[in-house]
């Protein structure tokens, strides 16, 4: 399975990007538990939103009311809608999944549920 993101980029801040991340090789794509996380440089990696099977969305909150996570099983893509950009989103941005085992996704803001990454796309945000 392979995930790929894309749409990362040099914004101002209040301005708006759309990252989106492909998934390929996903036998079943609408069981995967999906998220974003962010890693800036010298911090730890950060979930900042996950979505779940039945669409469940749940943010951090840094970025509650900001970003907007959603995914497309019949594209086998998930997005994230950045609106109102600060400085502080400046990270790498990452698209992460793990199967559903049980009838819901359960923690999904813990970076070690994720069995599968992408490489990452990079935000940069200037003031």
Do not use: H
């Amino acid at each position: 399975v392979q995930l790929v993101e894309s749409g990362g980029g040099s914004v101002q801040a209040g301005g708006s990007l759309r990252l989106s991340c492909v998934a390929s090789g996903y036998a079943s794509y609408s069981r995967y538990c999906m998220a974003w996380f962010r890693q800036a440089p010298g911090k730890d990696r950060e979930a900042i939103a996950s979505i779940s099977t039945v669409r469940y969305a749940r943010y951090s909150e840094s970025v509650q009311g900001r970003f907007t996570i959603s995914r497309d099983n019949a594209k086998n893509t998930l997005d994230l809608q950045m609106n109102s950009i600060r400085t502080e989103d400046t990270a790498m941005y990452y698209c992460a999944s793990f199967a559903l085992t049980g009838r819901v996704c359960g923690n999904t803001f813990n970076v070690l549920s994720y069995t599968n990454w992408g490489q990452g796309t990079q935000v940069t945000v200037s003031s």
